[in-house]
């Protein structure tokens, strides 16, 4: 193990090489793109030593990593904001075909008009894709979390988007321990070295299928997501038994009997854990690092409890006429259940930064009995 | 130790895919027409005077197999040697080839099995003959005809005795066509052959002079007259009977025979078909100078057009549109007066031009109007014959060749032998097969359609001319109207429907899309909507 | 001459194994099943095929069937070039450099939305096959006019009197500027000549290209029998001729002494019928010029008799 003072971005290539990936397809686009550029040096030094290959779009980015993921091989690839969504079909593709893929995303705003703020809408447009989704708070977890989804997908067969908050993660420097090779392969098994298919038993792989096929197919896949839970607890167990590091799906810090719980997800948990500690307050933070699937159970055990009063849910993405997207699926996790809190939203929509004075002004809003708190008027 | 998950995953990767063959689905259930072969006649078959079974033998022939080829095509024509030499091949001008790039070269591959054999017999190697009966037949005449039918019924194990007035037998391929289009060798050959199947010849034996037909009927079982058409006709003009104007059959015949004959330095030969051609040329190598006169144009001309042009080039010179008037004659001189005519298509009467009458002398006349059938052979029986059959109104006696068809050619004299051998078999109840198969081909059915030619795929089939190894040039036939399981159905058939070394088709899984059928080479493949072969799926 | 007699040639130089099964979903006379089914030939045993949304995303099976006796992947409509270059990196990330990973796609996964990532696997070199089967419109979705549909053509989105007004493009050309090792076109016509091509790039290095023409009956309006005989009038009429580009060198596999008039080629095909006097001898002229740019640019080779 040594510890290296990187970027968000340059953990993830660290945990790409140390997961031994074999097919890497790198298309840039900020705020992801130092994540390929630190692959191609170590690519060029001779660190990392699988396939790496520059394509000409985001769409061929996905499908080559689906192709390669077809062969058996462990693929890899990035993107952010447009490139994700131009790989939307092949999104929807890699789930379908229950293929183990890890891709990070460097969340980025949604143009019109050009954007390259950390608003979350790309990868929340992505909910619906099949693929499980986390959201990491910091450098140290978003390398630790790319190396933990490489053994997850594999298990579950079905890939990961690792998402991160361009900028405020992707570019901030850390002090991050990257553990060492052999650490690594205690936890993630080497990859293939055969083919994923055999010649001698021809296979009609993903042709054509009819509606009964297609409805039994995706109530298995619907199961295994059901089941990605507690495998992801068996396995952030096993990986904090080697490296005394772990990730919790739903992160809970502050005071048991806390009034007011702050919800959110990302790096700006961070900042409110910050925040809590610098000014001695009595709230807590409830931090949803999975997203796909949604740990249902863990939003109800911590925020449908008699002490809590107040729900704050912080999102920094939107979802027109509705709120924030967090907020949103919050609120359908504990609908139905009664005596709940006063749920309040504060949004950041466009990626704006979540620094402790805008938490003091959106407190008083907060006691001002505002409902939706758009951030943006604060400033 | 890797740190496993105890859980294994119920949903491997393949989930959704397919591992069942289509093979499932009967697509055969989609089909409107369906492909089935129907075998037709061959253009080449077609056009062959004795109906040989061309491509039978030219597929042995491209397997290198010549007994199998021998064997083939003994059973439609014992002399292959014989119209290799002489045929004029109208199977090479119908061969589906002549349309696409060259025609087969049936008549050298003909001739080459046919040296084979004769080959295989001066090596000692003789024909077999399963059995003998006590059964005595006679041929009269042994030109191609009588050699023919002696042939068919010396295999079928008969005694048979041919009668030839002439001192050599051969009748036409002896004395009428010229040694340069039949090496007489072969000739003797072939006779050969017919000596060692036990075929006694009789030369000097005339019907109606030194024998009758009674007498025949009394010692042979089965007697074929096949005495040709040899009576030449006239050209009914002043002048005829005069001792320097002589019959090209009666002129080749002294040729033939080595008469000594006076030096004729010129000659003039009356007539257009291949006899006037045949004694103009033989007439040229005998050094004379020599012109022809034909009282229509070229083109018209009976002669086979081969003919027309080695005479050219053996320098017979050509007078068309002109006929004899007159024919004086003085101290072996001979002055024919002639007069051009009026330009016409065959079988038209001819008319003259007024005043365009000029003179021609030489020493010789040769003329060659045609010929008849001398039926003075009855003598006091009264035969007659039926039409162009080979049966005869006396039980036991068989007509054909030129005798009943007026002059043709060799190789319907030959076919004329054959059939003559069948009906004779018949009529003697003598059962023709062997276990090698028949002696004689079946008879050919001219009620079946003759294939047509249809473009062909320069891809499988590329233009190509002749080939010099027989094995080569017998693979460029396209084997029409028989399929010879070339397999084009197959490599065509988009369903991999078409399967097996006989190609059978399998309606289980053909769609009727009729690419087979469009493709065969042979044209044997059909589409119909007749479906005989779906009863066992359902529809 | 001499060798083997024509006829067991036709037989003997064309591989017995078959890759396709019987009870496939083509169209009947489906030419792109019949070349497929020769391609695979050549191609053999070690083949993996990626096939995008196409006619033979049906034609290959549904579910739980299969047509191919090789394994096949299905990958969504733009991505056929970029998919089956992941499969042959992830083989060869593992180990394997002897599968040939071939990708199928028709005219719209090609010459349309498949242009960019096959544009891009050229430039890169990827060591696959790309056969484009070229029915010239999308026929799988009904007959929709695509960027390979010719002058003239009518489709289910351009019926007359708005036939196409432009040309078919030119995706030969469009490769060829890759500097590609290989590209071939072929036709079922001349199955002799496809499975060459396909023996010879099967051992070739880097991206090898096929645009094979593939007559449709339903899409082109013609009887289900013509398919073949199309094809062979679209390389005798200059409309489709057959070469290979190999590292630049043009060599024409097919070359008529002189070419037959397109109307032989056009006249029997419904999807044609508006053409006028004037259209025809219009694409007359646009073949005789290209057809005489491809001589000039060929080192051919022997002219075919006839």
Known sequence: MEQKIITGNQAVAHAVRLSKTQVVSAYPITPQTTVMETLAEM??????????????????????????????????????????????????????????LVMTNANRAMGAPWCIESDQLDSLSQRDTGWIQFYCANVQEILDTVILAFRLAEEVHTPVMVCYDGFYLSH??????????????????????????????PTN???????????????????????????????????????RRSYPAVEYSGPENAKTLFVTAGGMAQTIKSFFSSTEREEALVRIKMFRPFPMEDIRRYLAQSHVERIILVDRNVCMGVGGIFAQEVRAALAGLSGLPEMVELNLAGGLDLTPELLSKALLAVQEGEKMIWAVNLL | MLPRCSETVAIPYKIGS???????????????LTPSRHEKNAPCASACPLHSGISIWIDRVKEGDWQGAWAAVSRYNPFPAITGHVCYHFCENDCSRNHYDQSIAVGELEKEIGLWRLRKFASGEKLPVGRKLPIRVAVVGSGPAGLACAYYLAMLGLEVTVLEKQPVAGGMLALGIPEYRLPRNVLEQELAVLRSLGVVFRNGAELGRNITLAQLREDYQAVFLATGAGKEKKLNVPGEENPGVIGALE??????????????????????GNAAVDAACTARMNGARVALAYRRTRDVMPAHDDEVRSAEEAGVQFLFQVQPDKIYSKSGTQTVVLSRTQSSRRGERISTVPNSSFNLACDLVIVATGQDADLSIAGEESLSFNGQSLITNLPGVFAGGDLISGPATVAAAIGAGREAARAMAAYLEIDQSTPDGPIIASIYNDSIPVAEYETLNPSIFPKQGRAVSPETEAGRCLSCGRCNRCGVCWVFCPDMAVAGVEFDINLDYCKGCGICAKECPGGVLEMGVIDSGTENHHR | MGGEPLMKQVFNDIPQE?????????????????????????????TVFVITACCFSIISGQLPLRTFELNVFHCPFPSAASTGSGLKRGLAAMGDTTTQVVVLAGDGGTFDIGLQGLSAAAERNEDIIFICYDNEAYMNTGMQRSSATPFGSKSATSPAPKVKENPKKDIMKIIEAHAIPYAATATVAYPKDLLAKFQKAKTIKGFRFFHILCPCPPGWGVESDQT???????????????????????????TPQTLRPVADYLGSQRRFSTLSAEDISKIQATIDRSWQALLNRSNTAEIQEG
């Open chain 3, 228 to 254: 073949v005989e199309l094809s062979r009038l679209a390389v005798e009429t200059g409309v489709f001729p057959l070469y290979e580009v190999e590292n630049g060198e043009v060599t024409l596999n097919v």
């Open chain 1, 205 to 243: 792989h993903h042709g054509l299928v009819g509606s009964e096929a297609m409805s039994q197919l995706m109530q298995v896949r619907f199961k295994a997501m059901a089941r990605v839970f507690d495998r992801y607890n068996l396995l952030n167990t096993q990986y904090a038994g080697i490296t």
């Open chain 3, 18 to 46: 078959e890759y396709m099964l019987s009870g496939h979903t083509a169209c009947p006379g489906c030419s792109a099943a019949l070349s497929i089914r020769h391609a695979t030939k050549a191609l053999g045993k070690e």
């Open chain 2, 251 to 272: 002129y080749l015949a002294m040729v033939h025979l080595g008469k000594k004959l006076p030096d004729f330095h010129s000659i003039l030969v009356v007539g257009g």
């Open chain 1, 43 to 100: 690519w060029a030094a001779g660190e990392y030593t699988g396939e790496y290959v520059n394509v000409e779009s985001e769409y061929t980015a996905l499908s080559y990593c689906i192709g390669a993921a077809y062969a058996g091989a462990r693929a890899f690839t990035a993107s952010s904001a447009h490139g994700l969504a131009y790989m939307h079909e092949l999104i929807h593709w890699a789930a379908g075909a229950r293929l183990p």
């Open chain 2, 18 to 32: 397919g591992t069942v063959p289509v093979l499932v689905n009967k697509t055969g259930d989609w089909r409107f």
């Open chain 1, 172 to 201: 901030t420097y850390e002090a991050v321990n990257i553990p060492s090779p052999e650490v690594i392969s205690q936890f993630l098994p080497n990859p293939r070295t055969q083919a994923l298919f055999d010649l001698q038993t």
